[in-house]
Nanobody, 118 residues
Framework: QVHLVESGGGLVQPGGSLRLSCAAS????????MGWYRQAPGKQRELVAT???????NYADPVKGRFTISRDNAKNTVLLQMNSLKPEDTAVYYC????????????WGQGTQVTVSS
């Protein structure tokens, strides 16, 4: 079991910035992937960005150049720096841990609300 706790969400104006944090604890594998996903009302959850233990990253097209994902393996923490925020970024953002894509060893955080509005 892996427990994920997110923080850092809030209300910001368009063009502003936020930094989301996710702290993981429990049975964490030495090699894993962590990421951020988001879900707007009435829409399906979608990928934002992922990062592997070794630092490999991938980003969804809408956030490329604006968001940066990073992690501190020693602290079991993953961060999402969000800059130049747009109203369409408004969603609940979820942290995800994946120890294996082929088993039940993957977990979700409770989510944190990000609202971008003028």
């Amino acid at each position: 079991q892996v427990h994920l706790v997110e923080s850092g969400g809030g209300l910001v104006q368009p063009g502003g910035s936020l930094r989301l944090s996710c702290a993981a604890s429990g049975s964490i594998r030495s090699i894993n992937t962590m990421g951020w996903y988001r879900q707007a009302p009435g829409k399906q959850r979608e990928l934002v960005a992922t990062i592997t233990t070794g630092g490999g990253t991938n980003y969804a097209d809408p956030v490329k150049g604006r968001f940066t994902i990073s992690r501190d393996n020693a602290k079991n923490t993953v961060l999402l720096q969000m800059n130049s925020l747009k109203p369409e970024d408004t969603a609940v953002y979820y942290c995800r841990y994946v120890g294996s894509y082929y088993s039940s060893d993957n977990y979700w955080g409770q989510g944190t609300q990000v609202t971008v509005s003028s």
